[in-house]
């Protein structure tokens, strides 16, 4: 499975920025993490069968959601903070559910960059 992502940018704080992810085959969950250099990659959200999964950090106001006819997941961050500021990769798995740990995700998006400004 190949996973295409877009929408990173270059946003002001309190602004909003949507991530899409496209997935070449058929998925049972599709996520965002994120890294910045130095620190350890952490989960953004998850969605399997629309339930959704958020990092704590989230508080609210980010929303994850998969079109399945498409095979694709949107996040739309809203209230961008600076910290937000990270690259962002997709992650799917073909099997069983989500994980909160990078490790059981063999799917990744070539990240895209999102700076808060």
């Known amino acids: 499975v190949q996973l295409v992502e877009s929408g990173g940018g270059l946003v002001q704080p309190g602004g909003s920025l949507r991530l899409s992810c496209t997935a070449s085959g058929a998925t049972r969950c599709l996520g965002w993490f994120r890294q910045t250099p130095g620190k350890k990659r952490e989960i953004v959200a998850t969605v399997y069968f629309h339930r959704a999964h958020y990092g704590d950090f989230v508080e609210g106001r980010f929303t994850i959601s998969k079109d399945d006819s498409t095979n694709t997941a949107y996040l739309q961050m809203n209230n961008l903070k600076p910290g937000d500021s990270a690259t962002y990769y997709c992650?799917?798995?073909?099997?069983?559910?989500?994980?909160?740990?990078?490790?059981?995700?063999?799917?990744w998006g070539q990240g895209t960059q999102v700076t808060v400004s």
């Open positions: 992650v799917a798995r073909t099997e069983g559910g989500c994980y909160i740990d990078d490790i059981h995700y063999p799917y």
